[in-house]
């Protein structure tokens, strides 16, 4: 599966049973890289934000397993927004775009798997040298 280098919302395949629904994400299959690490980002207060950045190498696939939010994606001339509100897809985020996490429904729950194990040097934390970096 070749990564592509735009962000795309990906369905998940979903089994539906009467006893509770289940989704499943492997790696190389639904996402196109090797999962190195995940996380989550839950108790954010409702209608509230986490603080912008980017990548220099790193992709994620972003899953709102609970509650909603919205993920504002800038590719450094243009902003567009990814409502995401179930847990049987996610937003494919790659490489050089600066993402906000924005208005968290209260008791929401972002999943976010990574391509690369946290390395401090691949974050872009300052919109200015991001905006720099992805005008060359």
Same mark, same amino acid.
């Given at each position: 599966? +070749?990564?592509?280098?735009?962000?795309?919302?990906?369905?998940?395949?979903?089994?539906?049973?009467?006893r509770? +629904?289940?989704?499943?994400?492997?790696?190389?299959?639904?996402?196109?890289?090797?999962?190195?690490?995940a996380?989550?980002?839950?108790?954010?207060?409702?209608?509230?934000?986490?603080?912008?950045?980017?990548?220099?190498?790193? $992709?994620?696939?972003?899953?709102?397993? #609970?509650g909603?939010?919205?993920?504002?994606?800038?590719?450094?001339?243009?902003?567009?927004?990814?409502?995401? +509100?179930?847990?049987? $897809?996610?937003?494919?985020?790659?490489?050089?775009?600066?993402?906000t996490?924005?208005?968290?429904s209260?008791?929401?729950?972002?999943?976010?798997?990574? #391509?690369?194990?946290? +390395?401090?040097d691949?974050y872009?934390?300052?919109?200015?040298?991001?905006?720099?970096?992805?005008s060359?």
């Open positions: 599966m +070749n990564k592509p280098n735009e962000p795309c919302i990906i369905d998940l395949p979903r089994f539906l049973d009467h509770g +629904n289940l989704s499943v994400v492997e790696q190389s299959k639904e996402i196109p890289f090797t999962i190195k690490r996380y989550w980002i839950y108790d954010v207060p409702g209608g509230e934000a986490r603080e912008g950045h980017a990548y220099h190498e790193n $992709y994620e696939f972003i899953i709102a397993l #609970s909603s939010f919205d993920v504002v994606v800038d590719n450094g001339l243009k902003q567009t927004t990814y409502s995401l +509100n179930r847990s049987y $897809y996610g937003l494919l985020l790659p490489a050089g775009y600066w993402r996490l924005t208005n968290f209260t008791n929401s729950l972002a999943f976010i798997l990574a #391509s690369t194990p946290y +390395n401090p691949d872009i934390l300052n919109y200015s040298e991001f905006i720099a970096k992805s060359k």
